[in-house]
């Protein structure tokens, strides 16, 4: 264990298991479908009426507005719908429950938190800040996704979590997103559908094209393609399912930041959305993008994928492009350096690399940074968040495996100019799961996906065993002195 002082904040943040969401819950089979339409169709007025009111009466306050979200669900199955006379609201909003259920976002674990300065500082007392932490949520079927948390640094290194709202919203899904046509196609090329039929989709789109313009162009390509072929479907079947994983997503500016969640939207996503690593970037020219790096997961294969916000208000998801684009754990430095984006990833399951491009959203050629060198970190290392700049180098947060599985939480140093270079690594953990924090859906396991320096501090939270998360902070001139700067 590092001889480093550690401050255990008294702030533990658990999972919920009622805070809820209400998603689709429709059965596979159109049979069963149009049977539960039918029985709702049998129903007097009164009779769906009563049912409403005892649907409202049992979960309106367990939602900010489960009307919208009853309606919505109906216009999913209301292809089934195989009446001609005009339905009532009430009936809409019925059958809409009928295909509705309530899905508990955080009840089996929250944590892998990330932590980045809040956009909006004013207020702030001085010498504090306020902060954003991203965590991931998991509940029933295991199937994760992104919540947020704000909270305060105060001058003293106090730490001081925003009050938890007990809703939780989904955001409005963008129905015509934009793309850019070039990163459309070098994606289509990697995934071995840079062909006539796409070249006839893509070829009359502007550089930057919207969702509606790209399907009139597949409708116009299926109807003029004849005879039709496997090939010509799969081709569009890629694209449409190319589409569908980048999108634009939208909250209310009247949701608190607890209250917004991102929950899987694509498919290849369906499974999961895992340990977003979220930076603050800053361009040479001064302008602010909020990046995160996440892992897409569909039950069988991992994606790695980006999130790009401003305002964690809108948030645009995108699949990410090059060689280098597999396995999990890629951490974007909070700048460019000479000139290159730069970027952490794990390509082998076992080392940690580097890479860099004169594009965010395309990545090659990776170098290996890191090999497991102590006894902590034997089976594999990662890292634990994107690079933190410091007079010193590059302060890398790492995770180590060793013998049990057991994951603890390490550092590194990259020189700033280049930082291909290592000035040193801890020969000792910062952070080993004991006690009670070794307990948990994942048992043995410390982990981070992001920490920050304030006022001459690190501050790191970290999860525990895969359950609920926690907040250490430590002197930044300590642990750069151990890291021998």
Same mark, same amino acid.
């Given at each position: &264990?590092?001889?480093?002082?550690?401050?255990?904040?008294?702030?533990?943040?658990?999972?919920?298991?009622?805070?809820?969401?209400?998603?689709?819950?429709?059965?596979?089979?159109?049979?069963?479908?149009?049977?539960?339409?039918?029985?709702?169709?049998? &129903?007097?007025?009164?009779?769906?009426?009563r049912?409403?009111?005892?649907?409202?009466?049992?979960?309106?306050?367990?939602?900010?507005?489960?009307?919208?979200?009853?309606?919505?669900?109906?216009?999913?199955? $209301?292809?089934?719908?195989?009446?001609?006379?005009?339905?009532?609201k009430?009936?809409? $909003?019925?059958?809409? =429950?009928?295909?509705?259920?309530?899905?508990?976002?955080?009840?089996?674990?929250?944590?892998?938190?990330?932590?980045?300065?809040?956009?909006?500082?004013?207020?702030?007392?001085?010498?504090?800040?306020?902060?954003?932490?991203?965590?991931?949520?998991?509940?029933?079927?295991?199937?994760?996704?992104?919540?947020?948390?704000? *909270?305060?640094?105060?001058?003293?290194?106090?730490?001081?979590?925003?009050?938890?709202?007990?809703?939780?919203?989904v955001?409005?899904?963008?129905?015509?997103?934009?793309?850019?046509?070039?990163l459309?196609?070098v994606?289509?090329?990697?995934?071995?559908?840079?062909?006539?039929?796409s070249?006839?989709?893509?070829?009359?789109?502007?550089?930057?094209?919207?969702?509606?313009?790209?399907?009139?162009?597949?409708?116009?390509?299926?109807?003029?393609?004849q005879?039709?072929?496997?090939?010509?479907?799969?081709?569009?079947?890629?694209?449409?399912?190319?589409?569908?994983s980048?999108?634009?997503?939208?909250f209310?500016?009247?949701?608190?930041?607890?209250?917004?969640?991102?929950?899987?939207?694509? =498919?290849?996503?369906?499974?999961?959305?895992?340990?977003?690593?979220?930076?603050?970037?800053?361009?040479?020219?001064?302008?602010?993008?909020?990046?995160?790096?996440?892992?897409?997961?569909?039950?069988?294969?991992?994606?790695?994928?980006?999130?790009?916000?401003?305002?964690?208000?809108?948030?645009?998801?995108?699949?990410?492009? /090059?060689?280098?684009?597999?396995?999990?754990? &890629?951490?974007l430095?909070?700048?460019?350096?000479?000139?290159?984006?730069?970027?952490?990833?794990?390509?082998?399951?076992?080392?940690?690399?580097?890479?860099?491009?004169?594009?965010?959203?395309?990545?090659?050629?990776?170098?290996?940074?890191?090999?497991?060198?102590e006894?902590?970190?034997?089976?594999?290392? *990662?890292?634990? /968040?994107?690079?933190?700049?410091?007079?010193?180098?590059?302060?890398?947060?790492?995770?180590?495996v060793?013998?049990?599985?057991?994951?603890?939480?390490?550092?590194?140093?990259?020189? $700033?100019?280049?930082?291909?270079?290592?000035?040193?690594?801890?020969?000792?953990?910062l952070?080993v799961?004991?006690?009670?924090?070794?307990?948990?859906?994942?048992?043995?396991?410390?982990?981070?996906? *992001?920490?920050?320096?304030?006022?001459?501090?690190?501050?790191l939270?970290?999860?525990?065993?895969?359950r609920?998360?926690?907040?250490?902070?430590?002197?930044?001139?300590?642990?750069?002195?151990?890291?021998?700067?």
């Amino acid at each position: &264990m590092s001889v480093i002082e550690l401050r255990h904040h008294q702030t533990t943040l658990l999972p919920e298991s009622a805070r809820v969401i209400l998603r689709p819950f429709i059965p596979g089979s159109t049979h069963r479908i149009t049977t539960i339409i039918g029985r709702a169709l049998a &129903m007097s007025e009164e009779e769906a009426l009563r049912d409403l009111e005892a649907v409202l009466k049992d979960f309106d306050s367990r939602h900010v507005d489960i009307e919208s979200v009853l309606m919505a669900n109906f216009q999913k199955v $209301l292809p089934h719908v195989f009446t001609q006379r005009p339905l009532s609201k009430v009936r809409k $909003l019925l059958i809409g =429950a009928l295909f509705s259920g309530e899905y508990a976002l955080e009840s089996a674990a929250l944590f892998n938190p990330s932590i980045v300065a809040h956009p909006d500082q004013n207020g702030v007392p001085e010498g504090a800040l306020r902060f954003i932490m991203s965590l991931r949520a998991t509940g029933e079927g295991h199937i994760s996704s992104i919540e947020f948390r704000s *909270g305060l640094i105060s001058s003293g290194g106090g730490i001081q979590i925003d009050p938890v709202s007990r809703f939780v919203t989904v955001p409005e899904l963008d129905p015509n997103p934009s793309y850019k046509k070039t990163l459309f196609i070098v994606k289509l090329h990697e995934m071995g559908f840079d062909n006539g039929a796409s070249a006839d989709v893509m070829e009359p789109l502007s550089e930057a094209f919207t969702r509606s313009e790209l399907n009139r162009s597949v409708l116009r390509v299926r109807r003029e393609t004849q005879p039709s072929t496997q090939g010509l479907s799969n081709t569009l079947t890629c694209i449409q399912w190319l589409a569908d994983s980048n999108y634009e997503l939208h909250f209310s500016p009247k949701l608190a930041l607890s209250e917004r969640i991102i929950f899987p939207v694509s =498919a290849n996503e369906s499974n999961g959305i895992e340990d977003a690593r979220f930076v603050r970037f800053v361009e040479d020219d001064g302008a602010v993008m909020y990046y995160a790096t996440y892992t897409a997961y569909n039950g069988h294969a991992i994606l790695p994928q980006l999130i790009e916000t401003q305002d964690f208000l809108n948030f645009r998801v995108l699949t990410l492009n /090059g060689a280098a684009v597999q396995n999990k754990g &890629m951490a974007l430095f909070p700048r460019r350096i000479n000139g290159n984006y730069a970027m952490l990833s794990r390509q082998d399951d076992e080392n940690l690399f580097i890479m860099f491009s004169d594009n965010p959203h395309y990545w090659s050629d990776p170098v290996i940074l890191l090999h497991p060198a102590e006894n902590w970190e034997t089976v594999k290392i *990662g890292n634990c /968040g994107s690079p933190i700049e410091t007079p010193a180098g590059w302060l890398v947060i790492t995770h180590g495996v060793g013998a049990m599985r057991k994951y603890c939480i390490g550092a590194a140093l990259l020189d $700033l100019d280049d930082p291909t270079k290592v000035i040193g690594r801890l020969r000792e953990p910062l952070l080993v799961p004991e006690g009670d924090g070794r307990e948990g859906y994942v048992p043995n396991v410390v982990y981070s996906c *992001g920490s920050m320096v304030h006022q001459g501090n690190l501050i790191l939270p970290y999860a525990m065993s895969d359950r609920a998360t926690a907040i250490v902070s430590m002197s930044l001139d300590d642990l750069l002195h151990e890291l021998g700067a």
